[in-house]
């Protein structure tokens, strides 16, 4: 892929910085609050976000200058006569900060530009908040080169904030001072819509918006929630361990906390997968490592996703909401988590991912895989050098992907996404 502002590269060096409150009881239990959105963090100029009224005009986040502004980016089926929960929250919320000059805006997102515009038209009047949608229609997801997808997803709404094909779970919500900066965002669990209260108030205390006491946040978030941006020293290139070298054991842990060891799998054929929640390639990757363990776990194949660089909490919440759809992929974790000191790049040497290692029955490195483009079976045609029969078919496909990368590889486009420390 190009290293542009907008592909998974850029967006994978950035943390989503999730915050926990501090051991106390609130009126109200506080949300997760993030100074980063993905690309862009706490004091960070936002780009300008282009979006579609109902009635076609184009509505611009930069013409609100001057504004602080609650922006939520919700999905909305456009396709149902009705309007969902997430609208009445946000009714509720510029409902009670319209006096303070605050503005809301729902930005609807991977939906039809021309049934969402309908949508819009016949609805928005409704409610006391502008509506947008995306000017594009959503990226059919299978077809096209990364390339393509990424120019793709720099004309959405979510490309534009949000960065290439990384998005948050929605609805997200964040607020914008009057200078056009990110003051700030938070999560919310589906089953806790009470903390949008909680966590709008105090990203306005942050704003500068002078609130009454009769609309403050039951907790007044201290300055441990808005820790600054702290610049970091790029790691020092690495070389991946050798092909035919003795794999290093490490420890991960599972999601439920239990220690798990390479050489658990001793006498199988181990595909050891490197990922992060926050790697484009690698999530995109999985719907085929699944395909691929499940297929050959007849002839003893077992796929050990080890999420690398990345923090507890963001692994255990995504294996929670996303792993039942890969039941024949274990997910494990490294605990060093994001320091320098973790398995990939002191044992493996790992410098990008997704990095795939295949790992024969002698314990030894058979082949790797760097790197992912939607259809290939590279990691297919890797365990033939482990001795797992691969068919014809898939070997032949195999070939036809090396071909492509080779092509590739003659311009400066990266595969992999570079693990800078978190």
């Known amino acids: 892929m190009h290293r542009t502002p907008f592909t998974f590269a850029v967006v994978a060096t950035l943390s989503l910085g999730v915050l926990s409150a501090q051991e106390n009881k609130p009126k109200r239990q506080l949300p997760q609050f993030m100074p980063s959105l993905l690309r862009y963090h706490s004091g960070d100029a936002l780009p300008d976000m282009v979006g579609l009224r109902g009635d076609g005009t184009e509505w611009h986040l930069s013409a609100q200058k001057g504004k602080v502004q ?5 999905a909305v089926d456009v396709a149902k006569d009705e309007a969902p929960a997430v609208l009445q929250s946000l009714k509720g919320i510029a409902d009670r900060y319209r006096a303070y000059g605050v503005e809301a805006v729902a930005a609807i997102n991977w939906a039809q530009p021309d049934a969402a515009k309908a949508w819009i038209g016949k609805h928005g009047a409704q409610w006391p908040f502008t509506i947008v ?8 997801g299978d077809k096209g080169d990364n390339d393509t997808r990424m120019a793709h997803h720099k004309t959405t709404l979510m490309g534009r904030m949000f960065g290439g094909g990384m998005t948050p779970p929605l609805p997200a919500w964040f607020i914008v001072d009057g200078e ?12 806790h819509p009470e903390q949008v209260a909680e966590g709008i108030g105090n990203l306005l205390l942050k704003a500068g918006v002078k609130l009454e006491a009769k609309d403050m946040p039951a907790t007044v978030v201290g300055p441990e929630f808005w820790v600054k941006k702290a610049p970091r020293p790029a790691e020092a290139p690495v070389a991946p361990i050798a092909v035919g070298a003795v794999a290093p054991d490490f420890v991960m842990k599972d999601a439920a906390g239990k220690e798990v060891k390479l050489s658990d799998y001793a006498g199988k054929v181990v595909v050891l997968d490197f990922w992060a929640t926050w790697c484009g390639p690698c999530k995109a990757a999985l719907p085929h490592v699944q395909e691929l363990a499940k297929h050959y776990k007849a002839q003893g194949v077992v796929v050990v996703a080890s999420c690398t660089n990345d923090g507890r909490a963001e692994f255990e919440e995504y294996v929670a909401e996303h792993g039942a759809k890969y039941p024949d992929v274990l997910f494990l974790h490294d605990p060093k988590e994001r320091s320098a000191e973790r398995a990939s790049r002191t044992l493996y040497g790992v ?3 997704p990095h795939q290692f295949v790992i024969g029955r002698d314990g030894k490195i058979a082949s790797e895989v760097i790197g992912y483009m939607a259809g290939e079976v590279l990691l297919d045609a890797a365990l033939v050098a482990a001795g797992i029969e691969v068919d014809a ?11 492509k990368r080779e092509q590739m590889d003659s311009k400066p486009k990266q595969k992999a996404v570079p693990l800078q420390p978190k």
């Open 351 to 353: 410098g990008g991912i």
């Open 393 to 403: 078919a898939t070997k032949e496909k195999a070939a036809a992907d090396r071909a």
């Open 70 to 74: 609650i922006v939520g980016m919700v």
């Open 133 to 140: 949608c995306d000017p594009v229609a959503p990226y059919a």
């Open 180 to 191: 056009q900066k990110l003051v700030g965002s938070f999560r919310i669990p589906n089953d």
